[in-house]
């Protein structure tokens, strides 16, 4: 059975604390994407980079503190 990722781009729910946006860029196959805590996800990328600078950039928006995993 092939795991399934995010359907599409987004936020399930927004949250006004930074502490509770733990954001990580998962890999699976050949693709990469950011998902964080709150529920918020990016679509999946070919480049972790880019993955990265998403979850970076959710981050940024939401006064978090800028740290990947």
């Given at each position: 059975?092939a795991?399934?990722?995010?359907?599409?781009?987004?936020?399930?729910?927004?949250?006004?604390?930074?502490?509770?946006?733990?954001?990580?860029?998962?890999?699976?196959?050949?693709?990469?994407?950011?998902?964080?805590?709150?529920?918020w996800f990016?679509?999946?990328?070919?480049?972790?980079?880019?993955?990265?600078?998403?979850?970076?950039?959710h981050?940024?928006?939401?006064?978090?503190?800028?740290?990947?995993?």
């Open positions: 059975m795991e399934q990722g995010p359907e599409a781009p987004g936020r399930a729910s927004r949250t006004d604390r930074p502490d509770e946006h733990r954001v990580e860029v998962v890999e699976r196959g050949s693709f990469s994407f950011a998902q964080c805590g709150c529920g990016a679509p999946g990328r070919r480049s972790r980079d880019k993955s990265r600078r998403d979850a970076a950039g981050l940024a928006e939401n006064g978090a503190d800028s740290n990947v995993a």
